[in-house]
Nanobody, 125 residues
Framework: QVQLVESGGGLVQAGGSLRLSCAAS????????MGWFRQAPGKEREFVAA????????YYADSVKGRFTGSRDNAKSTVYLQMNSLKPEDTAVYYC??????????????????WGQGTQVTVSS
């Protein structure tokens, strides 16, 4: 089993920045492909970003490309999502996700094995 705990959400004005963190435990972190998803009220959960096991490859949804950056620190078993130039439409609950030994682009559509509890991000206009 893998436990994922997100932090770093909050309220920010449009144009601002936030950094989300997700701490993992329960399995060798370097074997996990990590991802970020989000779910806005009344909408389905959607893919945001994926980070390969080494962190050398990242993959983003078109809606966040150029504004969000995913990274990881395998020594700390933590994955990050740096969110810049935030927009009101980025308001959602953000979820950390993990799956062992998966190609990062596949995280967009594949069944996810492990989810965090989510952290709320609210962007005011």
């Amino acid at each position: 089993q893998v436990q994922l705990v997100e932090s770093g959400g909050g309220l920010v004005q449009a144009g601002g920045s936030l950094r989300l963190s997700c701490a993992a435990s329960g399995r060798t972190f370097s074997s996990l492909t990590m991802g970020w998803f989000r779910q806005a009220p009344g909408k389905e959960r959607e893919f945001v970003a994926a980070i390969s096991v080494s962190g050398s490859s990242t993959y983003y949804a078109d809606s966040v490309k150029g504004r969000f950056t995913g990274s990881r620190d395998n020594a700390k078993s933590t994955v990050y999502l740096q969110m810049n130039s935030l927009k009101p439409e980025d308001t959602a609950v953000y979820y950390c996700a993990a799956r062992p030994f998966t190609a990062a682009p596949a995280m967009r559509a594949i069944r996810i094995d492990y989810w965090g509890q989510g952290t709320q991000v609210t962007v005011s206009s």
